[in-house]
Structures are given as C-alpha cells and as structure tokens.
C-alpha cells in the first residue's frame, strides 16, 4: 500500500522551567485532580444513555449517509468546555479573560484534512497546529504523547498557525495511524479530563481517498512540480499536473484495502465515543456551506466566513484517473463499495 507523507508547519517550542515550588504545585495538581473525578463521574452518569446510542449507530456511519440527526443535536448542544489557560512563554495581554476550547481533529490521510485545517485557521480565533503526531518522537510512548498534548493545551506550542493572545479555540490534526489508535485508551481519558472536544473527519468515497493517497505516494518520487513534492496545491495548473498520473489500483487487495480503511474510521468511533464529539465528511463540507457553520458552533465560536486557498487535485470522474478502472469496475460491480464507482469527489 501507499506510503504516508506528511508535512507540518515550522514548530518552535520554547520551554520554561516552572518558578513556583514543586510541592506548591503538586498539591494544585491533585486538587485539580479530585475536582476533576468528581467531575467526570457525574458526566459519565449523566452520558451513558446518549452513548449507548451512538454505539449502534457507528457500524454504519460510513455506509449510512445520515446519521441519526437527533443523535448528533444532543451532542452539539452539549456546550464545550471553558478554559483559561495560562501560557509560561507569553502572556495573552487583552484576551486573557477570553475562554479557550480545546479541540483535536481525528482524521485519515487524503481526506480533506489539510484543506479543512487551512479553513478552521482562517478563522480570527482558531488556532489549529498541523499534524503534531507526524513525528515520531512526540509519540514514542505515552508521556511524550501526553507532554505534547499538554504543551498545544497550555498554548506553549508555536508555529505558523498559532494565533496566541485572541485564541479561542485551540486544536490540531491527528490521523488515526500517528500514535492515536494504540493509546486510544489513554488519550481518551485524557480528552475527557482536559475537556477536548474531538472533531471526526473523514472521507465516505474510499475508493477516491485511496486515488488521491497512491498519486500522492508517487508524487514523492516522481516530483511532477518542477521538482518539489507537493501535497497540496493552490492552482488548477498545479492541480493538473498532479492528476496526470494515473495509478493502477491493485484488484487482488482492493476489498480488502478498502474494508480496512473502513474498519480503521469504526473503530475509532467506537474507542472515542465517550469523548464529545462530532463527526464531519469531507463531502459535506464540499457541497455544503452551512456544515462549516456546524463546526464552529460545536466549538462555541462566533461565526465567521472561511476561505481556503487550496485547489482540489483530483476533479471530475473518478474513471479519469485510474489506469485500470475497468478491472476495478469488475471488482467492485454488485458489492457494498459498487457506489464508491459513481460518487462525485
Ligand atoms: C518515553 O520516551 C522518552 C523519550 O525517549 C523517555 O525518556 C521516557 O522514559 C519514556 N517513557 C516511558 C514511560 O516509556
Ligand atoms: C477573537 O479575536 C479578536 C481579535 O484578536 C478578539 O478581539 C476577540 O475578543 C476574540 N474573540 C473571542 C471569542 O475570543
Ligand atoms: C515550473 O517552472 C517554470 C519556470 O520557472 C514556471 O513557469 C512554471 O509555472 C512551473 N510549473 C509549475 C507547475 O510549478
Ligand atoms: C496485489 O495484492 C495482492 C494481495 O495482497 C498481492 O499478493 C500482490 O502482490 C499485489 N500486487 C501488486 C502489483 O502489488
Ligand atoms: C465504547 O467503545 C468501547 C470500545 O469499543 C466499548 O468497549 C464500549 O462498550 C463502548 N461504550 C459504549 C457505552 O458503547
Ligand atoms: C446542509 O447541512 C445542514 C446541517 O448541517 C442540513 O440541515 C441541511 O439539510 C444540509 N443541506 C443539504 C442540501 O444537504
Ligand atoms: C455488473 O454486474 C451485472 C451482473 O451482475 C452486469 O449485468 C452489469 O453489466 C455489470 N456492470 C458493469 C458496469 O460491469
């Protein structure tokens, strides 16, 4: 299969050493700590109606277009979780009486992520940090894991999309196959007890992600830009020289691909639905404006207008694209992936 390639946006990460006295601070931490239990007990109890519902609803979230709207209401009125964080590397001057929301953006490659990240970031109070995880040394284990989270939460982390004074919502993207699967369990406790609000993006045309991630894979080679690599373009020339390469799509495996990238988005549905969540198609996004709306009501932000300069890669009929598309026709004629063949986008 295709191999991932991902870039992130310029990170600095300045750290001070804390002034105030271990002991001072140890006994803060575990009062918080307390406050914090008792907290999410009563949550929990107050969830575990909503949540055994959203069970039997997530087998089919990738095949069931609508997902229980009732369902998805009740978990966006929940109203997301306040914080006033105080950064050691900068002070947040006027805005230090604004709350932030902590958010994280669960996602696979190719599928939209990066194009709906630049989005979020043309919000004013957005600050959204790229695909941390895309290191391998932040997640190692679980404690690097937990310090990196710790540092984006604590707005301590910077880079070309930190917006830091005015922040009021801060998040980053993170695939399933970075770390975030493995640790599920922890994360999920740790979401819960931060109060991170998880946005679920994904793709339902497998078919087209798959497309897009074998070009992308072989563009890190053949380089069809003058000889740079590129992931995402903001031109339709660039656009189609990207789409100029054909893949051919392995019939043998191509179910079975398929089915796995499937069973991925499931599972991680499952393993955070405890977290408040929201899940989001790049599909919608594409043909409707007022999902964006959605997103930033989630957040509890105010509503703006987002832009994105990026410029789809792969446009128009699938079959253009696909150097064997008649085997995968055949393959796909009369089973559940048949109507990834016909799908705009
Ligand atoms: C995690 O990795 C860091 C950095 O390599 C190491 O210092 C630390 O001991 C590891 N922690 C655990 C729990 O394995
Ligand atoms: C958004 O940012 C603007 C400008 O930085 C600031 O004045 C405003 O208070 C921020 N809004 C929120 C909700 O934090
Ligand atoms: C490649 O470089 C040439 C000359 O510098 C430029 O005119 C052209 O637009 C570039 N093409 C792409 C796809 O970036
Ligand atoms: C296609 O997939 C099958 C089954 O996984 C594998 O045995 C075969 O080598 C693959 N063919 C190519 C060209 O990668
Ligand atoms: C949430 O998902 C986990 C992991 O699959 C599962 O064990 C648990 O029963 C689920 N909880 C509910 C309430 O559905
Ligand atoms: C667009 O999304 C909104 C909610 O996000 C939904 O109410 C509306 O029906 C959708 N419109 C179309 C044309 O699908
Ligand atoms: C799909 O299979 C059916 C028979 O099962 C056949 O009649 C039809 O022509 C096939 N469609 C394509 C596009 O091959």
Redesign the pocket.
């Known amino acids: 299969m295709a191999e991932y390639v991902c870039l992130f946006h310029k990170d600095t990460v300045i750290v001070k050493s804390p002034r105030k006295s271990p002991v001072f601070l140890r006994t803060i931490v575990l009062l918080f700590g307390i406050v914090c239990g008792i907290y999410i007990c009563t949550v929990c109890l107050r969830q575990?109606n909503t949540?055994?519902k959203i069970?039997t609803q997530n087998l089919q979230v990738i095949e069931s277009p609508s997902p229980d709207s009732n369902i998805l209401a009740q978990l966006e009125a929940r109203i997301p979780t306040l914080h006033y964080p105080k950064p050691q590397t900068f002070s947040r001057g006027e805005c230090i009486q604004n709350p932030v929301r902590f958010f994280a953006i669960l996602s696979m490659q190719r599928s939209g992520s990066g194009w709906f990240e630049t989005l979020l970031n043309s919000h004013i109070n957005i600050s959204s940090n790229g695909e941390i995880f895309c290191a391998m040394d932040r997640r190692k284990n679980i404690s690097t894991i937990m310090q990196t989270l710790d540092r984006v939460y604590k707005l301590d982390w910077f880079n070309s999309a930190s917006k830091n004074e005015c922040s009021a919502a801060v998040g980053f993207k993170w695939m399933l196959n970075q770390g975030l699967i493995e640790y599920h369990k922890e994360i999920v406790e740790y979401f819960n007890y931060r109060g991170v609000s998880v946005v679920f993006l994904f793709r339902r045309n497998l078919l087209r992600r798959m497309v897009s991630l074998l070009a992308n894979s072989h563009d890190r080679y053949a380089k069809l830009l003058n000889g740079t690599h590129k992931s995402h373009v903001h031109s339709q020339e660039e656009a189609a020289a990207l789409s100029s390469y054909k893949p051919i799509i392995n019939s043998t495996s191509l179910i079975s691909d398929l089915r796995e990238v499937e069973m991925d988005a499931v599972k991680a549905l499952?393993?955070f639905?405890?977290t408040r969540h929201m899940v989001v198609y790049y599909e919608d996004l594409i043909t409707n404006n007022t999902k964006l709306n959605d997103v930033q009501e989630f957040l509890g932000l105010p509503r703006k207008e987002l832009t994105s300069r990026q410029v789809k890669i792969h446009k128009g009929l699938l079959s253009d694209f696909v150097k064997n598309w008649d085997d995968v026709i055949k393959t796909l004629n009369g089973t559940q992936y048949e109507r990834f063949l016909q799908a705009d986008y």
């Open positions: 575990i949540v055994s069970k499952e393993y639905n405890s």
